[in-house]
């Protein structure tokens, strides 16, 4: 299909799913939208990307979404309650919620949805985001049947939602692509080729009317939806952008309006060349160097804290990564909700010579010196950047007696030799959150989570503190208890924190409306395009 570029959407087939686009005006501005790849799909429940989660925040609306400032804010739901012990949630759907063909949107289609995606005969990859409702983790695991999930409409305006343990990040998951709701009928007449141009039935703000793969994916606004008067752009169309510098000669050309990202190696010239169209902001993500705590000598925490304290993460940020990342003192990211500060690594503020005389004086401690040097292999996946980081690495490191070895691969050998247990020594690792809390880094380092925790590190108070946390339903109380967890991350060190993760994009002057945001979130509705 992709080599024949063949068209999915027939003449006439818009109308067959109940659409009726009104004629767009002489000259109208189409908002030509840089995406990172071309989505594997379009079904909601079936999506794990970032680039497709940019294009179904433009097709589907959550009991909740977001504004272009990053804020969670009423979505399909109007309003909605929780319970005092912090496990039931009610929804009120909007009155005038409707589909793209003009059917209403009911709490059934919630519930529906809800089951759909953690029934294990749906595959969804991204299914363990929900768990936190009762009864999701079973469901998913084929131990219970969908109905007895904890969800429920009691009437077709409600929607209840019912937890395991309460989690005050419940909101924001519930604007995750997992929580979407999907049409219903489309899915039973289509079956998995429900997402298709002319049988795509969607409830947010876009309906899709057009798919060209390695081109382009179409959509106009629906005209169903509650606020289509008031949305500024009409059209818009995801161009996917695999190659970064292809795409910045497209958007020097006028070709696109937007990138979602940039080649990190270029940010200096591309700053020079476009000033204040290069928009760097905050991120949710992390890159670390995780340590096989199975294996001596990287048993011992002082070897950790050493190889941590001669890290010259400024220059890592600015030499290496053009800014584009930031230097990591704490494990998680500034700035998550349901959080305090997070603590900060110790040397934080001490002079390179200092550091290093800190990091000779452990490795002393740990019986490495002259006579007896520290030889370590790094691992990591293969990309210029990180290529290059490997090498400030491994500089600064011999400037502390230790040399360092490299095994490359790509990221797909790379991430499945980690997550199956293979032996390593130091290797890089990267996480880029789901949503805005502390839980969602802390819980890669749980015992017995070896997909995440390839070290096998383990610390049995760091575990019950993550436990105790998710059983605390005073969000004030629950953040000491991860501030503490992540304190003891800091001390330990099983994960080394190097660098914390930047959106940075290209924006035209035309394009109005872009405010950078730790979710790195725009959606096209609250975007303005100038003719």
Not at 101 to 126: E, H, Q, W
Not at 167 to 191: D, F, I, K, M, N
Not at 265 to 272: E, G, H, V
Not at 474 to 480: K, P, Q
């Amino acid at each position: 299909m992709h080599a024949n570029r063949r068209r999915w959407l027939q003449g006439g087939a818009a109308l067959a799913a109940g659409l009726v686009w009104p004629a767009r005006a002489a000259g109208a501005p189409v908002y030509r939208r840089g995406n990172d790849a071309d989505p594997e799909t379009l079904d909601p429940h079936k999506t794990s990307t970032v680039a497709e989660a940019h294009i179904l925040r433009d097709l589907y609306e959550g009991l909740l979404t977001y504004d272009n400032f990053g804020t969670i804010i009423p979505g399909a739901a109007e309003r909605w309650s929780v319970s005092d012990d912090r496990l039931t949630y009610r929804f009120t759907l909007r009155p005038d919620g409707r589909w793209s063909n003009g059917d209403p949107v009911t709490a059934d289609d919630f519930v529906f949805s809800l089951r759909r995606i953690l029934d294990p005969k749906t595959g969804a990859k991204y299914a363990e985001v929900l768990f936190p409702i009762r009864g999701a983790a079973a469901v998913n695991a084929g131990q219970a049947p969908p109905e007895t999930l904890g969800v429920a409409a009691p009437d077709p305006a409600t929607v209840e939602i019912g937890l395991a343990e309460p989690v005050p990040y419940l909101l924001e998951l519930l604007t995750h692509q997992t929580a979407l709701p999907v049409h219903r009928p489309s899915l039973a007449q289509w079956g998995d080729g429900f997402t298709r141009p002319g049988r795509a039935v969607t409830n947010g703000p876009y309906a899709l009317i057009d798919w060209v793969p390695n081109d382009r994916i179409s959509l106009k606004k629906n005209p169903h939806h509650r606020d289509a008067g008031a949305i500024p752009i009409g059209q818009v169309d995801f161009i996917p952008t695999p190659d970064l510098a292809a795409a910045v000669r497209r958007y020097a050309a006028g070709e696109i309006d937007s990138l979602a990202d940039l080649p990190a190696d270029q940010i200096a010239s591309l700053k020079a060349r476009f000033g204040a169209q290069v928009r760097l902001g905050p991120g949710l993500g992390l890159m670390a160097i995780g340590i096989n705590t199975r294996k001596k000598p990287f048993d011992d925490p002082r070897v950790r804290r050493a190889l941590s304290l001669a890290i010259d993460r400024e220059f890592i940020a600015a030499a290496v990564w053009g800014e584009t990342m930031a230097p990591a003192y704490s494990f998680c990211p500034p700035g998550l909700d349901n959080a305090l500060p997070s603590p900060l690594l110790p040397g934080r503020d001490d002079g390179p010579i200092d550091r290093e005389e800190q990091a000779l004086r452990l490795l002393a401690e740990a019986g490495f010196g002259p006579k007896n040097p520290l030889n370590v292999e790094y691992r990591f996946n293969v990309t210029d950047n990180n290529r290059n980081t490997a090498i400030a690495l491994a500089d600064v490191w011999r400037g502390i007696g230790v040399t360092t070895r490299f095994v490359a691969t790509d990221a797909k050998t790379h991430f499945a030799y980690l997550r199956d247990g293979g032996d390593f020594d130091l290797a890089r690792m990267s996480w880029i959150a789901d949503y805005s809390d502390p839980q969602n880094f802390l819980f890669l380092l749980r015992t017995g989570n070896d997909g995440f925790n390839a070290g096998r590190w383990s610390n049995a108070r760091f575990d019950g503190l993550l436990a105790a946390a998710a059983q605390e339903r005073d969000v004030g109380r629950r953040a000491r208890m991860l501030f503490e967890a992540e304190a003891i991350v800091l001390d330990e060190l099983p994960w080394i924190p190097v660098l914390h993760y930047r959106s940075k994009a290209l924006i035209a002057p035309r394009l109005h409306g872009v405010h950078e945001n730790i979710r790195n979130v725009a959606p096209t509705r609250y975007l303005r395009l100038d003719p």
